[in-house]
């Protein structure tokens, strides 16, 4: 049995200062950034408070939002943005529940990225796609290069 994660209790002052520092828009396609207080890497911060506790806890912005309007989330998984925007707390489209690699995987991160092309601008496809035994996903192109350059130095001595 998997446990949830406990989600804080507002009270309306609080869910109401929450609401006004989300740019909701009508059109639920589009982010809803968050413009409070946000950490170096871009996701938001705001502080809540826990049924037992009077003492205030910092939460990430996306993740309290869907706990609290979609539903608790499973341990075992990880909370997405598909927009990529660490900002968003759009849960009605742009938050989802993924396991770890495919989390990694939506990142901006170069050896994962969703981007159609690699750095070198060769396209990405499941066919030139190079996936190692951590799991990770790499441009297999860019990957016979750089083993080639290796090779290289090695024949020639410096």
């Not at 608790?72 to 009605?92: D, R």
């Not at 990405?124 to 996903?137: A, G, K």
Request: proline share 6%.
């Amino acid at each position: 049995m998997v446990t949830r994660r406990q989600v804080p209790i507002l009270e309306p002052y609080q869910l109401h200062n929450y609401l006004a520092k989300i740019d909701i828009r009508r059109d639920t396609s589009v982010c809803w950034n968050w413009t409070g207080a946000k950490v170096p890497k871009g996701n938001g911060l705001f502080y809540g408070t826990f049924k037992n506790c009077r003492k205030g806890v910092q939460h990430n912005v996306h993740l309290w939002a869907y706990r609290y309007f979609v539903g608790p989330l499973n341990l075992e998984l990880e909370l997405a943005h598909t927009c990529l925007n660490g900002l968003c707390c759009n849960w009605v489209e742009h938050l989802v529940e993924t396991d770890h690699s495919t989390n990694q995987y939506m990142t901006m991160d170069p050896r994962f990225g969703p981007g159609k092309y690699c750095n070198n601008g060769h396209e990405r496809l499941p066919e030139n796609t190079y996936v190692d035994p951590r799991d990770w996903r790499e441009c297999a192109l860019c990957r016979i290069d750089a083993v080639n350059r290796y090779q290289m130095k090695e024949v020639m001595p410096l």
